[in-house]
């Protein structure tokens, strides 16, 4: 367990992202940062903030506003033998380069034969509440997963987004690394210096032994909630941030279901082909274990903007809770309070 | 950079390899032996050698797309591995993997090439970023066709390249069609070059196919980047003989008349070269050679193991 001290900072997930990224440009010249708004005023909720005041405008710029071409142009660099780190203001704007993630960047490696390949890190934002919409929203984490070739990525603590960002950097791979709006004022104890968080690795955050809670991103902060609920009853629940999406670990969740025979997936998505069908199929097919599931998930429809609207469509702590209970006591005469889940009250937008 | 005199000798020998490569081709694909797709470089040859002479072999970066064969033989890719490529065999430049849409050496910086139309653009314009970053005093040279620039990332990589003042020849082969569709069909305006321009990008338009033109000019445009580190962009008209993909004419189809003239202009303009080459006899011997050679070794090659699958997916 970490604890502060002077190696040891309380810092929030957007200054860790920070910390990351200037140590990764001071330890190697050929790192740069690009993306629309990098250089701006407000740096990517800081997590680009006076880079290009430190390391120059040539390892930190701006773009034009050309989503396919500039991730063309970062796989080109990262061909030529440089460590590009796009950054996207929303996982949305990601699908305009799609071509070049999905054709291009994937399959360069498999297509040469291992002679050439693209390390380049592209980071997107996932946007939430305060009417981010239908397009300001979306994960999208399983549309990369599905591609062999990319790796990615969504941690949820400070710790894991700094240690996975420098891992990030220095793979040889294209990843994508996802982050969520909702995480950048998070705050958490965060070593100082170097140091890697390896991938294909998911973490155990809270042990429990009544349900196993398998968060992604943002839900893991909704499961840390649901089991605070759960423990109003004596269930103790245990939470798994998934962390890697791909590779994905599934050792610790095999564990954790062959221990509890219990499993809630919350998707930070949609359910529909998610990840979560993806470790469910995998725990039949290859583990053999057997255990009750259930998936959280978003509704299965655009994001709506209004507020009135937008907590039907998430997963929530008590929503996670209350399909727990049912699960493990049987019972259906239990309604969770709600309780109010800081990140999103405290956002007021406006992006 | 050296001003260097155009050679004939060199110009026909690569003219006639590609043409006799291609020609190859056609004569073999009915037996089944390349089973993949191939789109022919025959008709626009000269844009080829003529830039490939000009170039600054093994120091430049060549960006092509999936009608690569001339481009690749013309600046001097493995011939034995590329034929050994087209064959599926574990003796190719991608043990198979690639064929001919992905055809890639590093040995003389062909970067493997992209099947998607226009997509490796901006990957050549990020190619030349990372070389004026790495300070590197060499460009890159990227072949697409007219049919690359209905696209929106062409605009987007051309803008780039001339924002930042990168180091990149931009190689227009203007055949006039995308399949079977007419650039008239598919441009409002067709002065190409005019547009480019005004996105702040120097231009230079060979309306014939002359090979000593376009390796003049070509030179020009690379002394040029060398000089200002700024893009320059090449338009070279030119004509596709053959169907987009595949090995047969396509004038059947009646979606073009066979025009006699251009049919020849490829032809005339080997011949050309030819006339100005003493040794043509033992470069058309040394090219049967080569394609015997390289046809023999393909043959000889073993399949790759099925393991091979699985390897580089991801780098280790």
Known sequence: MLQKNKFVNNITYADAILSATKIMLKKNKDVFVFGQGVDDPKGHYGTTLNLHKDFGEDRCFDTPICEESMTGVGIGAAIAGMSPILVHQRMDFLMLAMNQ??????????????????????????????????????SLLSTFAHIPGLKVIAPTTPHDVKGTLITAIEDRNPVIFIEHRMLYKNKGLVPKGYYKVGFGKSRTLSKGCDITLVGISFTVIDCINAKKLLQEKSIKAEVIDLLSIQPLDMSKIVSSVKKTKKLVIVENDWINCGVSSEIISRLIETYNVKFEVKRIGY????????SALEESFYPSPEKIAKVSYEMVTKKKNWKPRKIKTKEIEEFKGPF | MKIK??????????????????????????????????????????????????????????????????????????????????????????????????????????????????????????????????????????????????????WESLNFSALKKLPILFVCENNGLAIYSDQRKRMKTLDICKKVKSFGVHTIKIKDNSTKNIFQNTQKALQRIKKNGQPVFLEISTYREVDHVGINYDFALGYRKKEKQKMMKSLNELKF????????????????????????????????????????????
């Open chain 1, 101 to 138: 993630i999905v054709n291009m960047a994937s399959k360069i490696h498999y297509i040469s034969d291992g002679k050439l390949c693209v390390p380049i890190v592209v980071r997107a934002c996932i946007g939430r509440s305060w009417g981010q919409g239908a397009q300001h929203s979306q």
């Open chain 1, 299 to 306: 509704l299965f429809t655009p994001c709506p903007t209004t």
């Open chain 2, 5 to 154: 005199k155009f050679d004939y000798e060199k110009a026909y020998y690569l003219f006639k390899k590609i043409r006799c490569t291609e020609e190859k081709i056609i004569e073999i694909y009915e037996s089944n032996i390349i089973k993949s797709p191939v789109h022919l470089s025959l008709g626009q040859e000269s844009i080829a050698v003529g830039v490939a002479l000009a170039s600054e072999k093994k120091k430049d970066i060549v960006f092509s797309n999936y009608r690569s064969h001339a481009h690749f033989i013309a600046h001097g890719g493995n011939f034995k591995k590329m034929w050994a490529e087209l064959f599926g065999k574990e003796t190719g430049l991608s043990s198979g993997k690639a064929g001919s849409m992905h055809l890639g050496d590093l040995g003389i910086n062909f970067i493997f090439t992209s099947a998607i139309v226009g997509s490796a653009i901006s990957q050549a314009v990020g190619y030349s970023l990372a070389l004026k970053m790495k300070k590197l005093n060499s460009k890159v040279i990227c072949y697409h066709g007219e049919g690359a620039m209905d696209q929106g990332t062409f």
């Open chain 2, 273 to 316: 070269l030819k006339q100005n080459t003493k040794n043509f006899k033992q470069i058309e011997k040394k090219i049967n050679k080569e394609i015997s050679d390289a046809l023999n070794y393909s043959l000889k090659s073993n399949f790759p193991h099925k393991k091979c699958i699985g390897s580089n997916v991801t780098k280790e």
